[in-house]
């Protein structure tokens, strides 16, 4: 898994994450990646430091694979 290469281009959107320990403010984890890679790191993140973030699928992607039968 790779991520793409910031170049600091206009058109990029960059999103920069930071997670602090609450009592000490120590940095725990620093990420720094384009609007496309960022799903990637949230998953990332919800594995290393138990958020319990979950992931629903859309109910229209379940229909997707019986769209044929309408």
Known sequence: M???KIRGNEGEIIIET???EGITNRVLSRWKVLKEDFPS???ILNEKFNLGIIKRKRKEDKDKDLAWTR
């Open 2 to 4: 790779g991520f793409k």
């Open 18 to 20: 930071k997670v602090v």
């Open 41 to 43: 790191v949230v998953r």
